[in-house]
């Protein structure tokens, strides 16, 4: 069909003179080095493509037009994309998209074959012949599958993963594209796909379907190229692969692989189904086909056609759709974000140089861990998991300042490393747990990482000792013992599933005994569960031991260990008996004290039982009259109180460590009756000195902290102490009402401190 007979708003290829005109002309823009054969896969999808050329120059020679070209910088690199106008049918959606990262099993498990179900290959840099006839890297991809049925198999499990994934949108994506278009151009980059075995043969022998295909991958844009395939009714696998007959308005079950035949034919059936439709459906939503893709008939698409440095190129694309993944709106989940976060700080190591190209690769969970350079020959499965993670460990707890400053950049983190913050703390585990259970055939929760302290904020320093001398020496090597614990038994007891974060439920956390018998389990943190193992040693040495050998095993159920560590083969370890042989670390509760009377609620006092909340808190230096912040009761007639000490803490366990001064009495004005004006801060005494003034602050600060740690876990208490005796609303409305009001108060004074500090302190 002649291009210049089309009548309907869905284009047919131009013809292939000025097909060939438009890749001429790409490929003679400076900074273009993509493979001829990418470029002609597209082109019959490009619309007007004379659109996005400039004048010849002095030879005749055309190149894309200034408007038609953008260079684009990334943190992994920089990248040379071109603007067209394209069919909307075209692109091919992503398996490798970060946000469905975690539905395939990754090539980091050691474990991962060519033939294993649900993997998804590693992607390379695109290789080719050079003008010089030497091999030479170009801005493209490449992949290889076993076949084409598995390559058809790929691309159907990555539609059904985004499509999961996009039914946490608050709309519906496909509706919105029928109403109003594409207002966002998608970004693709090619990639060529290789089949190892091409077994499907005609009659006279010849190949039934190509051996290799091209495709552009949607890097940003998988879900709106997914939904405006849905409208055309076709599917990416089909646009990359082969079109069915069926579906050109031919007879046969054979398929047609060259767009630049299957496209005419099919934009010929949609502007014949446009032409027979009437145009007076109020809602395009339930019109037909070829009236509901109208407004995507075609969509503004970005090329990436070139980069000066193709060995990254699957990092630059990525970098550059990384923030899409990792903020709102697109909400992506926590082990996707975690993923996509840590892969963005590899690839800036990467592009600052401060880690090697294939280093990355395995860290980044796109090559096999087995290619990490320097590992020693037959390694285990359990030693090559740790090697990786060990590695992912030490990168995001760097001790060096410069890979804290690119971590810090990369995080988008609010302090300086010094002074890491619990939630930023907590960001880089999450991060470093996610890209770790790569390495393992099932992912856990993310949150099973948050093990550190801010003890953590200088980096994490290993003894650099092997895996199997670590666990040999654990009985009776005390670091040995102390590495395994705080940096490997999380997550190798959460990849058997025995251990998982604190849910803050207990709904479902019921388990059968051996006995047959339900046991309603404890909830507790995964920094409890590493405690507990610290208390019986040997056996948790055992457990390490049984859940390495379980891994070499081929990932078999891990075996029960005595008390002395020793293996019982055949009685499954799980979370059960981790429980009842790890009991929960309860801790210490101080002695009971008289049960403190909160404000009155309607005419009447409410009594408190001790040991229920931990109120009332401590006295809030000039607070004003009335504003319902209680101080402490007044001490006992003729008891010894200081002028000197800082404000009083509440009560904590005894084996919280606080620091003396925090838990000193209080002067008698400090707790006398509140005056009908504004209160005023005790003044200092005169002799104190700078010294003095500051350890009253850090020792105040130290209290209010260790209060908030008893506070948290009184509220815990209450709620297992409620559900095990089924009383739904332990508290009553007003008296939670003044508690919350209470804390709110106190929050707002709080909020101010930090900067009060921040005036005082001196410069970095």
């Not at 439709?277 to 075609?298: F, G, K, M, Q, W």
């Not at 280093?359 to 090559?384: D, F, K, N, Q, Y």
Request: net charge negative; glycine share 8%; proline share 8%.
């Amino acid at each position: 069909m002649s291009e210049d007979s089309v009548e309907g708003p869905f284009p047919v290829p131009v013809s292939l003179e000025r097909q060939e005109a438009w890749i001429q002309a790409v490929l003679a823009t400076e900074g273009v080095n993509l493979p001829r054969g990418a470029l002609e896969n597209i082109a019959p999808f490009v619309v007007d493509p004379e659109d996005t050329l400039g004048e010849p120059d002095e030879q005749g020679m055309r190149t894309l037009k200034g408007g038609a070209v953008r260079r684009i910088r990334t943190d992994a690199g920089d990248m040379v994309v071109a603007v067209v106008r394209m069919h909307g049918v075209g692109g091919v959606q992503w398996g490798h998209n970060e946000r469905i990262s975690s539905i395939w099993r990754s090539v980091a498990d050691p474990t991962v074959g060519p033939e294993t179900e649900g993997a998804l290959g590693s992607v390379r840099p695109w290789t080719g012949a050079g003008a010089d006839g030497k091999e030479t890297l170009y801005a493209a991809l490449e992949s290889s599958v076993t076949d084409r049925q598995a390559l058809m198999m790929n691309a159907e499990d990555a539609a059904d993963g985004l499509e999961k994934k996009g039914r946490q949108r608050t709309y519906d994506l496909e509706a919105d594209l029928v109403l109003n278009g594409q207002q966002d151009p998608g970004m693709y980059v090619p990639q060529q796909v290789r089949l190892q075995h091409n077994p499907e043969k005609d009659s006279d022998g010849n190949p039934l379907y190509p051996d290799a295909y091209w495709g552009w991958m949607a890097v940003r844009g998988n879900n709106r190229t997914q939904k405006r395939q849905s409208i055309f009714r076709l599917t990416s696998g089909e646009v990359l692969a082969g079109v069915p007959l069926e579906k050109l308005g031919r007879e046969g079950d054979g398929v047609v692989c060259d767009p630049r035949v299957w496209l005419p034919e099919f934009s010929a059936v949609l502007n014949e189904e446009y032409a027979q439709t009437e145009d007076d459906e109020l809602d395009p939503t339930i019109s037909p086909r070829a009236r509901r893709a109208h407004a995507v008939a075609v969509v503004d698409a970005h090329l990436v056609v070139g980069t000066p440095t193709p060995q990254r190129l699957y990092r630059i694309v990525q970098m550059n759709n990384r923030r899409d993944h990792v903020h709102p709106p697109l909400e992506f989940e926590a082990l996707d974000r975690s993923r996509a976060l840590g892969r963005s700080v590899l690839g800036m190591y990467v592009a600052q140089r401060l880690m090697d190209e294939k280093t990355a690769e395995v860290l980044a969970g796109l090559a096999p861990i087995r290619e990490l350079p320097g590992l020693a020959a037959h390694m285990a499965v359990s030693e090559l998991r740790d090697v990786r993670s060990m590695r992912l460990l030490q990168e995001f707890f760097p001790v060096d300042s410069r890979r804290q400053l690119l971590l810090r950049r990369s995080l988008s983190e609010l302090h300086p490393p010094s002074q890491l913050s619990a939630g930023e703390i907590n960001q880089r585990a999450r991060t470093w747990s996610a890209l770790t259970s790569e390495s393992f055939p099932k992912d856990w929760n993310p949150r099973v990482g948050e093990v550190f302290s801010t003890k953590v904020r200088g980096g994490v320093a290993l003894s650099g000792r092997r895996l199997p001398e670590l666990l040999a020496a654990a009985d009776t090597d005390d670091t040995a013992f102390e590495e395994l614990v705080a940096y490997r038994a999380a997550h190798w007891l959460a990849s058997f599933g025995i251990i998982e974060p604190d849910r803050g439920s207990l709904d479902g956390q019921e388990a059968i005994g051996d006995g047959g018998e339900r046991i309603r389990r404890s909830r507790r943190t995964v920094m409890n569960c590493l405690q507990a193992l610290r208390k019986r040693r040997l056996m948790a040495v055992g457990v390490l031991k049984a859940l390495a050998a379980a891994m070499d095993d081929g990932d078999r159920e891990p075996w029960r260990v005595s008390g002395s560590g020793k293996e019982l083969p055949g009685r499954k370890m799980d979370s059960l008996w981790f429980d009842l042989e790890f009991p929960k670390e309860l801790g210490t509760r101080p002695r009971k004290a008289a049960a403190p009377v909160l404000p009155k609620q309607s005419g009447r006092s409410v009594p408190m039982p001790s040991g229920t909340l931990p109120f009332p808190a401590p006295p809030v230096v000039g607070a004003p009259s009335g504003s319902g912040v209680a101080g402490p009761a007044a001490p006992p007639s003729g008891a010894a109180v200081s002028t000197t000490a800082a404000p009083a803490a509440p009560t904590v366990k005894p084996s919280v460590n606080v620091p003396a001064a925090a838990a000193t009495t209080v002067s008698a004005s400090a707790v006398s009756a509140p005056s009908p004006g504004p209160r005023t801060p005790a003044p200092a005494a005169p002799e104190d000195s700078l010294d003095t003034l500051l350890t009253r602050v850090e020792d105040g600060i130290q209290g209010l902290h260790a209060g908030s740690v008893e506070i948290a876990a009184l509220l815990d208490e209450l709620a297992e102490k409620s559900d095990a005796e089924s009383v739904e609303h332990p508290l009553a409305r007003d008296r939670a009402d003044t508690v919350v009001r209470l804390l709110n108060q106190t929050l707002s004074r709080l909020r101010k401190l930090p900067e009060r500090v921040e005036d005082l302190t001196e410069p970095e």
